[in-house]
RNA sequence: GGAGAGAUGCUAGAGUGGUUGAAUAGGCUGGUCUCGAAAACCAGUGUGGCACUAGUUGUCACCGAGGGUUCGAAUCCCUCUCUCUCCGCCA
């Protein structure tokens, strides 16, 4: 959520900031209704201080023997003036914020200016020594990894869609000791070597917490939603762990806050079919590690780059290849200030993949879910910057992996980093 | 799921209709004392909105959340949430 405060004073700038990110500019109404909300603050407060300073007299007066009725009665008429007026601020207030929740985060000054995913800029490659890229006259067979999932018994996509229905992967043997054995590797390294401190968050939220992080209200259509209990299922564990601190002061010194948990993470993907679903490509629910941080200000651009190394890091370990995208504002999403995409070679596919997304919010969520910070010079409490990124996803990740580790005969090589958890290192 | 108890500031804990933003104690910060520290003593110690003459300014709101009664609500009423205890059930 952004500042009304600084929407009313750069009105100019929030309009072209929510142009770039495509979005939709009712701020028109919005300003208007900010000027009758201060409108009836005004005339409220106003009287609420004539019925305090009249009902602070009314026992002296009752002491010292005065006939009090008149007074109650024009007080009367009074605190129905202000029920009133206060009914009427109330609605324009719901009003202002439903404008206010659907107003994107303004795009950092270093994010380029673009229309969609085609405007993306690489920011740099990484591939492990002595990979290439195939020839297009290359005609070695690249299994793609539905097929290798099949041929290995590992994947089962079919049994996954009776149990649960399309989109939800069922993993079996050595696919499903694998999925763990990534898990868990990832969780190490970061704690390890990452100094993040370790959390396993509630996968069911409910509305106030999706609304914290900025998934409530716009992206209602792509959540599941427990109607009973009022629960939304977690589409990544961002939402809880960020949530940790909705509504806390957090003491200075504790920042910066830096979690990393895994999830299972639950996504609707309301009207998309096709060729972008098949296999792990597109689900319904898969498993991911997710880093968060919250801290200062001033630190959150280091603190961005910092987290893609992070993430970056893995896929080094694993010799998975990988390349860093700077989104451009077009693809930026709702609640992000700026975001780099981390895409892993798909050798089958030839093309990359998206595996993870780190975006600073500034304090856009930390607005919403009021997460703030005593600052020690200025003693006043301040907002703090959230980050989060996946460090990373499974699902797309194990295309890159059983695609890029398999042998001419379609086994598939264990990477060297994840043996000590698969306890096999090969999976034929 | 059933029965009961509760929710007040950083913490503990008073307060059941009228200067109560809130007693008291602890904590924390600053000061006095001290070679230094402890103890003791003194002082300070919330958040948000709105206005303007922009201040050591005025004002409004906030005692789990949201409504209501009243001239006036932390205090009375209703709804919800959460916590605790006992019973049942269960991994």
Redesign the pocket.
């Known amino acids: 959520m952004l500042d ?2 600084f929407i009313r004073e750069n009105p100019e700038l929030v309009r072209q900031g929510i142009k770039n990110k495509n979005e939709t500019d009712k701020l028109d109404d919005l300003l208007k209704l900010d000027e009758q ?2 409108e009836l ?2 005339k ?3 009287l ?2 004539k ?6 007299q ?2 002296q007066m ?1 002491k010292a023997g005065q006939d009090v009725s008149s007074v ?1 009665a024009e ?2 008429s ?2 129905d003036q ?2 009133d007026l206060d ?1 009427q601020l ?1 609605e324009i207030e719901q009003k202002l914020e439903n404008i206010l929740m659907f107003i994107p985060n303004m795009p950092h000054k270093s994010v380029p200016v673009g229309k969609n995913s085609g405007d993306n800029t690489v920011v740099r490659e990484w591939l492990p020594e002595g990979f290439s890229f195939p020839k297009e006259t290359s005609n070695e067979k690249t299994l793609d990894h539905i097929e290798l999932g099949k041929k290995l018994k590992i994947l089962d996509f079919e049994r996954g869609a009776k149990i649960s229905g399309s989109g939800f992967p069922l993993y079996t043997g050595k696919g499903a000791t694998l999925e763990r054995a990534l898990i868990n590797f990832m969780l190490d390294f970061h704690l390890k070597n990452h100094g993040y401190s370790e959390v396993f968050p509630p996968f069911l939220v409910n509305s106030d917490s999706m609304r914290g992080t900025g998934q409530l209200p716009k992206m209602a259509e792509d959540m599941y939603y427990i109607e009973k209990d009022e629960l939304y299922p977690i589409p990544t564990a961002e939402v809880p762990i960020t949530n940790i601190y909705r509504n806390e ?1 957090i003491n200075e010194n504790e920042l910066p806050i830096k979690h990393v948990g895994y999830s299972a993470c639950f996504r609707r993907e309301a009207g998309s079919y096709g060729k972008e679903s098949k296999g792990f490509l597109r689900v319904h629910q898969f498993n991911k590690v997710e880093m968060v941080k919250l801290v200062k200000p001033e630190n959150s651009y280091d603190e961005l780059e910092k987290l893609v190394k992070d993430a970056e890091d893995i896929l080094q370990a694993l010799k998975i290849p990988y390349r860093i995208l700077l989104l451009c504002t077009g693809d930026l999403s709702f609640a992000a200030a700026k975001c780099y995409d981390i895409e892993t070679w798909s050798p089958a596919e030839n093309r990359w993949l998206e595996s993870s997304s780190c975006s600073n919010f500034e304090n856009f969520q930390a607005r919403r879910a009021n997460i ?1 910070f ?1 600052n020690g010079l200025t ?3 301040e907002f703090v910057h959230t980050l989060n990124g996946s460090g990373l996803a499974t699902s797309r990740l194990m295309v890159s992996l059983l695609e890029m580790y398999q042998t001419p005969e379609g086994k598939v090589i264990v990477p060297e980093v994840l043996q000590n958890y698969t306890n096999f290192n090969v999976i034929d």
């Open positions: 009304i405060k909300r201060r603050i005004l409220t407060d106003e609420k201080h019925r305090n300073q009249v009902s602070s009314i026992p009752k109650l007080m009367k009074v605190s202000i029920s009914s109330r002061i703030r005593k003693k006043k409490p």
